[in-house]
């Protein structure tokens, strides 16, 4: 599909905003791409008191596996910007992706090594790091990118959308961690766990979001708004407004001569 001509202004109809917004192959992709980050984001920590108390046997850990991902995740923070203008934020959200889902795969290994824990948890500190960085830039890219293709920008549409696919993933990743504990014979009465339930445990916390986050990696790659493109659109909507800002001027110049001869 061609790009559009020009760039309308007003005000997209509402209605009329939602149809622009399912015909923007990339803001449904990185939509999907941030449900999948936030259901992962909820299992994980949904399943994180499960996961010290009954493998590991220390309800303290949740503390300490937190801290040191929340403090590795902070010190790289420092960096993402230098390596977003290297690499681009696309490439940076799928390698955040794929070290990040690394990370939580790697729990499902490490048992009780504490060594290992930790490894796992600086792998999820550097990941999200990559992630959290650009997740939600990239959705400004997709809406360039829109209204490139249709002349029309819908903002607040956007990201309206996003928030509201956000909410509902939340809610289906808060209502699977009860069901698959249950799935799984978790009793929470119980003074030990099935083999079954502790199986269950590792999966939520570990495996299932790795494997989701491996998941969001694949469908970023499907994601064609890269630094070449976005340059392009950039350059060729800095045209557009520039032809329609001067458009205007000289209707407003023309009205305003007719105005004077009357």
Known sequence: VAPAKETK?????FLKGIGLLFKNKYWIMITVTLVFIFINYSLNGGAAVYYAKNILHNENMVGTMN??????????????????????????LIIGAVVYGIGFAMFGFVGTNMAGII?????KGIGNAG???????????????????????????????NLFFLKVGLAVAGAMVGFLLSWYGYDAGAKAQSASALNGIELLFS?????????????????????????????????RRSNYSELNEYQELKTSEHVRKA
């Not at 960085?133 to 956007?158: L, N, P």
């Open 131 to 161: 992630i959290s960085s650009c997740m939600f830039a990239i959705v400004s890219d997709t809406i360039e990118y829109g209204e490139w293709k249709t002349g029309k920008r819908i903002t607040g549409i956007s990201f309206s959308g």
């Open 9 to 13: 202004q007003e005000q997209v109809p």
């Open 207 to 239: 495996v299932i979001p790795g494997v989701g986050y491996l998941i969001t990696a694949g469908v970023v790659r499907l994601l064609k708004v890269d630094r070449t493109l976005m340059r392009q659109i950039q350059s060729d909507l800095e045209k």
């Open 67 to 92: 801290l040191v991902a929340n403090l590795v995740q902070i010190g790289v923070m420092f960096f993402t910007a230098f390596l977003i203008k290297k690499i681009g934020k696309r490439n940076m």
């Open 119 to 123: 490894t796992a948890c600086v792998l």
